[in-house]
């Protein structure tokens, strides 16, 4: 008699299965420190969010901050609000994206493929390391595959059940809910990159009247409705803001090659292939020999996963500047595809034992992967605590020489902006792409709080010699470049930054950083030898 199949493989209940893969990704969320730049500049802007009590424009200290849009800090921010400026919380976008994304390839392949073939491609993705990390990397990348996922799979669905006569226009209305959510999450390829898929898909099977969904006047209502105030609210505030945010965050950035990151136009397909394993090894096993046994075919909805998967890499590879997280849209149809290659012609006694070795596998990978990070990548931003018993003073002010270290206003949990000392004039000159230009930029739309906030080298007297304590943060070799500093207490120090507490000058002397040294106090020299390591 031949074996039935577990139940855990035929008939998961979707509601579980959404709840356990969302489980599953928020699981180690909290385990490593947050990475730089990315990671401290987003979970950073959320904090700010909340602390400021602006909702509505996106702040990187404290001035207006438009490379992206809001959702990813309204989520953020709402998450913190809830349980503090912790890791998991600032990652709960990309948790959110990557749980909705798993969620719409399950419940649309199990509606128009096999319960069998769902479940697996489901699996496959949330166990691929390159989508378990990007589901635990707080930037916007997985946000807005997230809503790219639902949006593309939410639209063929309404696509294929108005052909069938059934229910569609809960669905259209849902593909553009999620299309103005990819608006919110990164602009205009949340709404572009999936009607590109779906134009495509329908020009392939010879679905050229679907087209006439994009016209669906319910659906734009949806998409303005949800979308368009933040838009239209930006606008009115800073007039600058469309050919900032539209013009050169989008069209400049596209077809400019003075960013950074640049690669040829091939780099995808290995990082595709390598960040997959151990599952894309599958590609490589030659068929199974059970034709009867192989997984059903639906050739509309394969054409959709090759059509999505090379919309994603084709665009994504055409500009010179290349980020690995551009093309995490690419991973559900990858997913499915290597699905497919997996059940193609294999009986289930003889499949079963081998899917589960390499989902175990990969798992592990996958939990490799944060705990090596964890070990081995924390920037020292994250590792800079300051001393049991001290803390900034809401009197206090905190400034940073020469750099920015976007971690430090998240793990210190600053309510205000802090200050940043630089040669500001040469930084709004320059066109390469790194924290100076983008606060420069965010000055531009505020110059009257930039003022306050972006300090000229030149003027350090002026801002460190008052009543007020300031403490600074800097390289752990600052103190070559600026002699002053050994006057300040030294309270903590790492392999790369360190801070030290300055007591300015109760008489508000302007030549405070003149005065002769003074020896070093005992405390600054124990905080050298006991600081943070």
Known sequence: MKRSAPAWWTAPQPLWLIVALFAWLLATAWIRPLMAPDEGRYGSVALAMLHSGD???????????????????????????????VEWAARLPSILGG???????????????????????????????????????????MLVAGCISG???????????????????????????????????????????????????????????????ALWLPGWAVLLI?????????????????????????????????????????????????????????????????????????????????????????FFSLPRSKLIGYVLPALPPLAYLISQRVLAGRSLDALLPKVRATALAAAAVCMGCVIAVAMYASPPGTRLKLPAGQAVAPADQVLMLDSYHYEIPFYWNLREPVLVSDDWKAAALDTRDNWRKEISDAASFDPAR????????????????????????????????????????????????????????????PHCLDAPLAPAPASAQSSQTHGDE
């Open 450 to 509: 930039a003022a306050r906030t972006l300090v000229e080298r030149t003027q350090l007297a002026d801002t460190l010699c008052v009543p007020r304590t300031t403490w600074l943060v800097g390289s752990n070799t600052a103190q070559l470049a600026n002699p002053w500093l050994f006057r300040a207490q030294l309270v903590a120090v790492n392999d790369g930054v360190a801070a030290w507490r300055f007591a300015g000058s109760p008489t508000g002397d």
């Open 151 to 213: 949006t593309v799979l939410l639209a063929a669905g309404a696509a294929l059940a108005r052909e069938r006569e059934e229910p569609w226009r809960a669905l259209l209305a849902g593909a553009y809910l999620f299309g103005a959510a990819g608006l919110l999450a990164k602009g205009l390829i949340g709404l572009v990159l999936p009607a590109m898929v779906i134009a495509a898909w329908c020009a392939a099977t010879r679905r050229l009247a679907a087209l006439r969904l």
């Open 226 to 314: 949800v979308a368009g105030p933040w838009f239209v609210a930006m606008q009115m505030k800073y007039p600058e803001f469309f050919d900032y945010f539209v013009v050169t965050q989008h069209f400049r950035r596209f077809a400019s090659t003075g960013f950074n990151n640049e690669h040829g136009f091939w780099f995808y397909l290995p990082v595709l292939a390598g960040l997959t394993l151990p599952w894309f090894a599958w590609v490589l096993v030659p068929r199974g020999g059970n034709e009867s046994n192989d997984a059903a075919r639906a050739p509309d909805i394969d054409r959709l996963m090759w059509i999505w998967l090379a919309v994603i890499v084709v």
């Open 99 to 141: 749980g909705a994304a798993a969620a719409a390839l399950f419940l649309f392949l199990r509606r128009w493929s096999t319960v069998r073939l769902a479940l697996l491609s489901t699996v496959v993705l949330v166990t691929t390391p390159f989508f378990f990390i990007g589901a635990q990397f707080a930037n916007l990348d």
């Open 55 to 85: 909702w509505l424009v996106p702040r990187l200290d404290g001035l207006p901050f438009f490379h992206k849009p809001p959702l990813f800090y309204w989520i953020g921010a709402a998450a913190m609000a809830v349980a503090g400026p």
